[in-house]
């Protein structure tokens, strides 16, 4: 079969290549990679081509069997038909992620050009193969790009869609959408009305409305093109969700102006009637878009609320119903991407509180993953069919459309620009503008839009498709490689990477709640006013229905610090079988590290060795009674799903008893004593006995006749109320006592003991002990 | 807008407009707010606030009412808590909420700034030692989550913990032996709140819906004003 035998050729040749070039071959490990690489493309390409091949021989096979029935039992047959189309798509989307796995193994390549640049000569040298193969290319078809490969990028988009710089910006960004775009699809396709008129020749056939029908598929910026390029030069969160945010919401522009010239070309007429139903029509699409995003979302975060014995297929669900938001607006001709921005942002804070962790981790890779394959799947195809569309180049069209693409948007930002800081508190400066004028990128949408004209209605189709492939190839290439230096040369300001720590979350909300209050006083309803109804409407009514459980009434710092909890107990659990000393992360990891670092150094009070010695068998005896039942909280088994509601929840718990128990001792002791104390801490957190003790070891009350009492706790959440010693750190033992009349305490008489120095043994750090302990825990 | 104001008024209006940075006009329609909200009368009460329907279910109500009487908002140099305020006092609150004008400097700008950060730092630090210890801190967490009940009183102490050992971490880092971290200063505090982008925006208010009310006799119109991120 023509496959087998042209996958085969590659290889024979290899072999001769490798003796000749083993020198080369071994010490440059790269050119192996880059080598294999192209002969896999010449593997797809030729697949792919190799198919007219196959129909034939596979029907002499057939026949042939057919006539000779005494011919031998075939051991082997080969029945490419088969399987024919979903290996090729296989094939196709193999090259796709080899070739992002090839980018990065040449480090330099991938900072100077972007990525999407690298797709679309790949792409194009894909493309210049097949052709060579003499078979025609496949074309990037509107079906192809618009069902298949756009749906997983929009709902990636959206469903990670930062919702506080979205919603403070809304604003702005609908402006640049709806104005910025219509006044780019006039002007440009006015223009080029006129530059067609004035060149005259071959132009002159082109009417007005096909210029602005020209004018309206160029003239929108492309997300897919946007997000490429804009990710990988972690621009600040405003501008980046300023053109990312056009680029999703002018597709509801980009839907009905396209619809209009496409029915007002066929009719030829246009009236004022026409442009008034227009209008109507740009309502319609845009809110009934989002209403049936809405609807699917609300809908999926409905069903979320009874997953919880099926954790299984949770992620199916967020897929499938956005998908059908999807497909249900294009049934209508509202817009797609919309309706799919809308069912992300609605569903996704009710679905995360009810989904499984690992559900929302499942959800979130399997986004990332399918968005960057259709990415590199569109740049190639792209590509691709540049090397297979039938071409009419026209010098002056698309000389002119490049120039008209750049002045237009240069000109609509800025006049908006001008307009919107009239309204916006932050202005936007020339750089801001700047940037959002060269970050318009245009896409395969443009692309996918033109190529499905009829071409009977517009003859000038092939002209078209050319100018808009050359102004993709203009913007990406050349707009996406400078963009980079030119951020660095204006000196644009970065995504801070800041984690996003509870101090701000509850800065956040306490001035949100300030401001609200003081529009309260000036009698001015705002924008925080409208915010604050909204939450408390949401909290009364909505979370009541679609999330499940009790975590409805949950407030939102409270989440927001479980998942903090969440977080680090996870990376707790990581990275505590692995190191002695576990960081603590995240919020504390400054600490954590100079903890780490501070403990190798300390001065060590001295105990005696016998003393030591009943210290670690108490505790041993303690850990060893406590363990069946944290078999199955084992750090091993910890991730074992039957118990992973449980887990959460105690997990949770201990941690922010251990949290807690931190605290304390970092407020109330001197610095050093924490170094052991969390160590210690993590190895008895995962009990579900909380040991607590707030002994200050430095302070003149150690070296007491007072024991230091060590309890039990039983209940979860202890309540600390030594955190009140922030100020008074001689009263140790009367919250001590106060705390084990409160608490369930258990065995507490047991080391009520004279002798015991527990605290000493928690300072100590000395490796043998921690180890001990460890390796009895952990066993 | 000269038939509506005599003349004393508005040369009172200008020396404020001096004082506190708002226009002549803003000041006239929050002087209406005040005669609103008092009743007519000179003095602003803690009730008269009180008595303000939008407030009643904010969970930080007493904490923005208290700063309203502040003696250390108005600028006066002194402490302790008033009892009623006049407008002007009411005014020098409210100038704390003002964006910065176009044509101030970066020095005037930065001190805008801190002095913002200042009325938030007041708002919080109640009893007036220049520091926000952990009781202090924990009272403005429980206040916010003082409409969950019981979830709220157990889990406030937790979040507050971790939030102090955020603060210490960042702003005191690896502390001496002997050092017990007392609570937040001012410095530490504009240390932590500094890289908060949304925390500086939300600072500059709407205000700008008064700028744009023309027509001074009109009651302030309903207005969504902008509130970028802003990232100075």
Known sequence: ?779 | MGAFHSNPAEQTYRDLAEKTGFSVEQIWILHNRFKQLSHDEEMLRRDDFKAIPDLACNPIRSQIIEAFFDQRNFQTNSDGTAHEIGFEEFLTVMSYFRPPSLNMTQEEKEDLRRAKLRFLFNMHDTDNDGTITLEEYRHVVEELLSRSGAIGQETAKGITDAAMLEVASTSVGHMGPDDVYEGITFEHFLKVCHPFPAVKGKLQLILTAFVHTLFPHYRPRLYIGYTGVHWA
């Not at chain 1, 031998?72 to 490419?80: E, G, M, T």
């Not at chain 1, 997300?223 to 490429?228: E, K, S, W």
């Not at chain 1, 309706?339 to 499942?362: D, F, Q, W």
């Open chain 1, 1 to 779: 079969m023509p496959v087998v035998l042209c996958s085969c050729a590659p290889e024979a040749a290899e072999m001769p290549a490798r003796c000749r070039w083993a020198g080369a071959w071994r010490t440059f490990p790269r050119v192996r990679w880059v080598f294999l690489l192209a002969l896999f493309a010449g593997a797809v390409a030729s697949a792919s081509a190799g198919q007219v091949n196959d129909t034939d021989s596979g029907a002499t096979g057939g026949e042939g069997t057919g006539h000779h029935s005494r011919r031998a039992f075939p051991v082997l047959a080969v029945n490419y038909e088969y399987i024919r189309m979903p290996f090729e798509i296989s094939l196709w989307i193999l090259l796709a992620s080899f070739m992002k796995l090839g980018f990065h193994l040449i480090p330099r390549l991938s900072g100077v050009v972007p990525e999407s640049c690298l797709l679309i000569a790949v792409g194009l040298v894909v493309g210049g193969l097949i052709r060579l193969m003499g078979e025609t290319p496949p074309v990037l078809s509107y079906n192809l790009f618009f069902l298949c490969l756009l749906p997983p990028i929009i709902l990636d988009a959206g469903y990670f869609l930062p919702m506080r710089p979205f919603s403070e910006n809304v604003g702005t960004i609908l402006v640049f959408a709806v104005v910025g775009t219509l006044w780019n699809a006039f002007f440009m396709g006015a223009t080029l009305f006129g530059v067609c008129q004035a060149v005259g020749g071959q132009l002159e056939s082109v009417g007005l409305l096909a210029c602005l029908l020209f004018g309206a598929i160029v003239s929108a910026v492309d997300p897919v093109a946007v997000l490429a390029v804009f990710e990988e030069i972690h621009i600040n969160e405003l501008l980046h969700i300023l053109v990312f945010g056009e680029s999703l919401l002018n597709d509801a522009v980009t839907v009905v102006l396209y619809h209009l010239f496409e029915e007002f070309g066929n009719v030829g007429i246009v009236t004022l009637a026409d442009v008034f139903l227009g209008i109507i029509c740009f309502l319609v699409v845009a809110m009934g878009g989002i209403m049936v995003g809405a609807v699917y979302g609300v809908l999926a975060a409905f069903t979320s609320r009874f997953t919880s014995h099926t954790r299984v297929i949770e992620p199916l669900f967020v897929f499938l119903y956005s998908y059908m938001a999807y497909l249900s607006a294009e049934v209508f001709h509202l817009s797609g991407i919309m309706a799919l921005i809308a069912c992300g942002v609605v569903m996704r804070p009710y679905v995360e509180a009810n989904i499984s962790h690992k559900s929302y981790t499942t959800i979130k890779y399997f986004l990332k993953m399918w968005s960057s394959v259709s990415e590199t799947l569109i740049f190639i195809f792209l590509g691709v069919s540049t090397v297979a569309g039938p071409h009419a180049w026209n010098w002056p069209f698309v000389i002119a459309t490049i120039f008209l693409c750049l002045i237009s948007r240069v000109l609509g930002v800025i006049g908006l620009t001008f307009v919107i800081n009239k309204f916006r508190i932050v202005k936007l400066s020339n750089k801001d503008q700047f940037i959002v004028a060269y970050g318009g990128l245009r896409g395969a949408i443009a692309f996918s839009l033109a190529f499905v004209l009829s071409a009977k209605h517009f003859p000038m189709k092939n002209m078209f498709l050319t100018a808009i492939i050359t102004v993709i190839f203009f913007t990406v290439f050349v707009q996406g490689m400078t963009i980079r230096p030119l951020v660095e040369l204006l000196a644009v300001k970065k995504k801070k990477e800041t984690k996003h720590s509870i101090n701000e979350e509850i800065h956040t909300q306490f001035l949100d709640h300030l401001l609200t209050g003081i529009e309260g006083v000036c009698g001015h309803y705002g924008h925080h006013h409208w915010k604050d109804k909204l939450n408390r409407f949401n909290k009364m009514y909505v979370k009541r229905w679609l999330i499940a459980g009790e975590r409805s009434t949950e407030p939102q710092l409270i989440s927001f610090y479980h998942k903090l909890e969440l977080k680090q107990a996870l990376m707790l659990a990581e990275s505590g079988s692995t190191a002695k000393l576990p960081s603590i992360p995240s919020s504390a990891s400054m600490q954590g590290e100079s903890m780490r670092r501070s403990t190798r150094g300390r001065a060590l009070p001295q105990i005696s060795k016998v003393k030591e010695e009943e210290i670690r068998k108490i505790l041993r005896a303690n850990l060893q009674k406590t363990r069946q039942r944290l078999h199955s909280y084992n750090r091993h088994t910890l991730i074992a799903d039957p118990f992973e509601d449980n887990w959460t929840e105690v997990r949770l718990r201990k941690k922010r008893v251990e949290m807690e128990r931190r605290m304390s001792h970092y407020l109330t002791v001197p610095a050093k004593q924490q170094d052991c104390s969390p160590v210690r801490r993590v190895r008895f957190e995962s009990d579900n006995q909380v040991y607590s003790s707030n002994l200050n070891p430095g302070s003149p009350m150690f070296h007491n006749d007072d024991p230091p009492v060590m309890e039990v706790a039983r209940a979860p959440i202890a309540r600390m109320d030594s955190v009140s010693l922030v100020d008074d750190s001689s009263r140790p033992q009367d919250s001590e006592t106060a705390r084990s009349s409160s608490g369930q305490t258990l065995a507490v008489s047991e080391f009520k003991d004279g002798d015991l120095r527990i605290p000493c043994c928690r300072s100590d750090p000395r490796p043998n002990l921690n180890e001990e302990a460890d390796s009895t825990f952990l066993s």
